[in-house]
């Protein structure tokens, strides 16, 4: 291929060079931050746009309650100026007061014209609760005829002082206020039991009568009540102090008869003008965006993006040189595991460093990927065969899908599963990631359990299995690893010994360590056999059926677990007499011993 040819087929493409990635990842970068300031800023603008409406909101509130109050004990608007202007001062807005048909009352800023929205109308007799739009309330402050005089005023404070002697005496909570009109009024706790016996105990009839200023009142509202309900033909009804009707066309005549007889008591409505201080000022909170200033804020922009691509370039140029030139030294024929030479101490040094070592250990790994592939393709072949023939048959009609023909298919899967998972195993174990979870073992109770979980599978091969132990020795070690060692011994024990063999689990302790041996009167293993037991795959029958033996990966995880725990493993075997496995472990770890 001509030199040309070649680069060009070598060439890194655009969207997969380092280059762009970090040429990209810097323009991302600068245009989330400019972003992050955009929305930061909007943010940040907002709330204090609401905070400052909230500000707004408030104040209106408060020269609102002001004037309706002011409205409530006045009967006219003269001298409202002082009160406007003092609200004007303390707001920081423009406050206008005028009649209905816009005269001006009282105006903070009375050269400036009148806004074109009325913001709300001043009329006692007409009010809305806080939180509520229904204006068809009457303001409490509204006194009117109902105002105590002095002496009624003392003789019903009288009450309330030997009233709430009496409270104390019984130990009631009661909270006493008083109204508007002078009334004292008590709140005896939060149960209703309790109020009704502390009444009785302590009688409020002298606050509950009217006095003789509050009967005049009455008696006119009654009269004035009984006038609206006989214009629409309903019963008469008796109203007191706390102005409450039994029905809804009653209530209405309660409110109408209040408002005619409190009208000659407040101000007449009027309308509320606020706006800001100064109509010629307009206050701007917040982002200008004017032609100049989106000028302005896109230059900025332009200019940090400008900046960011220069500096990516040039750090990148850096960067990429020295590893396009490991990138071709590194390439060549992938059979020789090219080195290439370290001549920094830098990055990219440790990185052709790195490379060098990976090359060593890439053709060690290629030369046992190929043993261990061959063996897995081994192993995988018999079930995936089987499963494939039987499907096949299944297919073509010659085997029905019954118990038999399922049955065959999970044994063939649980062969599978079982070969991935001794797989996992020692994948977990080769990497250094093995969890262990120790903690004291006795070795007597794991023996058992192993026997127990065996001992199915040993009567159905006619095999006796016995355990015996001497006293009862306790490791430091995590038992379900321990259990799984001892059981791939004990299974292949089993599946090696003949009908009427016997198998043994034994175990001896010593003062630092525990031996535990798996004896079987098997057939034995040959001498020159030996030393490949443990080995990935090995198995004594070289036919590789499964009926006598397994996946040849059992002894293989025996070894390697008990490698974890610190131990060792043995075999001793006589071919036609049977086979001892001998399983040493520590009876503390070396980490505890140090300590």
């Known amino acids: 291929m001509p030199r040309s040819r070649r680069a060009d087929a070598e060439r890194v493409p655009p969207h997969r060079s380092l280059l762009v990635r970090l040429l990209a990842t810097s323009v991302l970068i600068a245009v989330c931050a400019i972003a992050a300031t955009a929305w930061l800023t909007v943010r940040t603008t907002t709330g204090a746009i609401r905070q400052e409406q909230g500000r707004i909101l408030a104040d209106d509130t408060q020269v609102y309650d002001a004037l309706v109050g002011r409205a409530a004990t006045h009967r006219t608007w003269s001298q409202v100026e002082s009160l406007v202007g003092e609200l004007a001062s303390r707001t920081g807005r423009r406050i206008a007061l005028t009649t209905r048909d816009r005269r001006t009352i009282a105006d903070s800023d009375p050269k400036a014209p009148l806004p074109d929205r009325v913001s709300a109308v001043v009329d006692p007799l007409r009010v809305a609760p806080a939180g509520s739009t229904d204006t068809d309330h009457i303001d409490p402050r509204v006194i009117g005829p109902y105002r105590l005089t002095a002496d009624g005023r003392a003789e019903l404070r009288s009450a309330a002082d030997r009233l709430q002697a009496c409270l104390n005496r019984y130990g009631a909570p009661a909270k006493r206020t008083y109204q508007p009109s002078g009334r004292p009024v008590f709140r005896i706790g939060n149960d209703d039991a309790v109020g009704y016996k502390i009444v009785v105990l302590c009688p409020t009839v002298k606050l509950d009568t009217p006095t003789e200023t509050e009967r005049k009142a009455l008696g006119r509202l009654n009269a004035l009540v009984s006038k609206c309900l006989r214009d629409r033909h309903e019963p008469p009804v008796g109203v007191g102090l706390d102005f409450i009707a039994t029905t809804p066309t009653a209530q ?35 982002l200008d965006l004017s032609p100049a200033n989106t000028t302005r804020i896109a230059g900025v922009t332009g200019l940090v993006l400008v900046l960011t691509v220069c500096m990516t370039v040039l750090v990148g140029l850096r960067l990429v040189r020295p590893l ?137 091969a006619g095999v006796t299995l016995t355990v015996r132990t001497e006293d009862d020795p306790k490791l430091y070690a995590d038992p379900v690893r321990i259990r799984q060692v001892i059981g791939n011994l004990v299974s292949n024990a089993v599946r090696h010994t003949a009908a009427r063999g016997s198998v043994e689990l034994r175990a001896v302790g010593a003062e630092s360590e525990v031996s535990i041996e798996v004896r079987d009167t098997g057939h034995g293993i040959e001498p020159e ?27 293989a995880i025996v070894r390697q677990l008990t490698h974890a725990h610190d131990g060792t493993v043995t075999v001793h075997s006589t071919p036609g007499a049977g086979t001892v496995f001998g399983v040493t472990l520590p009876v503390v770890r070396a980490d505890r011993q140090t300590s």
């Not at 000659?264 to 706006?275: D, K, M, Q, T």
Request: aromatic share 6%.
């Open 252 to 286: 209405d005549c309660v409110d109408t008869a209040r408002r005619e007889q409190l009208a000659p008591y407040v101000a007449p409505p009027a309308l509320l003008f606020i706006g800001d201080a100064q109509a010629s000022t307009v206050a701007s909170v917040g």
């Open 529 to 555: 056999e030996l030393p490949y037991v443990f080995d990935r795959f090995w198995r004594a029958e070289k036919s590789r059926n499964r009926s006598t033996g397994g996946s040849g990966l059992g002894l």
């Open 324 to 460: 396009r030139a490991l990138t071709a030294a590194a390439r060549g024929p992938g059979d020789r595991h090219a080195r290439v030479p370290v001549t920094t101490n830098e990055e990219i040094g440790r990185l052709a460093s790195a490379f060098n070592d990976l090359s060593a250990r890439r053709e060690h790994a290629e030369e046992q990927r190929k043993a261990m592939v061959s063996d897995i393709a081994h192993e995988l072949r018999s079930p995936l065969n089987n499963i494939r023939v039987w499907l096949e048959a299944a297919e073509d009609g010659v085997a029905e899908p019954d118990d038999r023909f399922t049955t065959s298919l999970l044994e063939e899967a649980l062969q599978l599963q079982h070969l991935i998972d001794d797989l996992q195993d020692l994948a977990a174990a080769d990497a250094g990631v093995l969890g262990l979870h120790r903690e004291d073992v006795f070795v007597r109770d794991l023996l058992h359990q192993v026997a127990t979980a065996h001992r199915a599978a040993a009567d159905s």
